[in-house]
């Protein structure tokens, strides 16, 4: 299952971080979503609660930003965000499909709004 695995990383990068900052409690993370990642933030929570029991991080508060989009077109150079595909369908291999607003072309490379990253956690020692 994709939120998972997406989890499990997650979990390990947050329990490293607070490892190293010698925290007694994690009371906050706030994690970042791209608008194009095929994440379901409710989905991924789940699975982060289970990964985090008994740990400094059971009763952590999660706060979820997302990033927005950006292409950038092969075909006629431009760059910035893009309107969600139309039918709303997003492979979680290959990403959104998506169309250059400008030439309308698909030969389109995506800058960013695929990522599902730990921004920042708040502990307390
Ligand atoms: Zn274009």
């Not at 499909?97 to 708040?122: H, N, Q, T, W, Y």
């Amino acid at each position: 299952m994709h939120e998972a695995s997406i989890a499990g990383s997650i979990v390990r990068s947050v329990l490293s971080a607070a490892a190293e900052a010698k925290a007694r409690k994690v009371e906050t993370v706030v994690l970042e979503f791209g608008e194009w990642s095929a994440f379901q933030p409710e989905q991924v929570e789940f699975w982060l609660r289970i990964g985090f029991e008994n740990t400094p991080a059971a009763s952590a508060a999660f706060e979820f930003r997302t990033v927005p989009g950006r292409i950038r077109c092969r075909a006629c150079g431009t760059e910035g965000p893009c309107p969600k595909p139309e039918n709303g369908a997003i492979d979680p291999f290959i990403g959104p499909v998506l169309e250059c607003p400008s030439c309308g072309g698909s030969d389109v490379e995506i800058m960013s709004g695929r990522e599902a990253v730990v921004k920042s956690i708040r502990v307390k020692k």
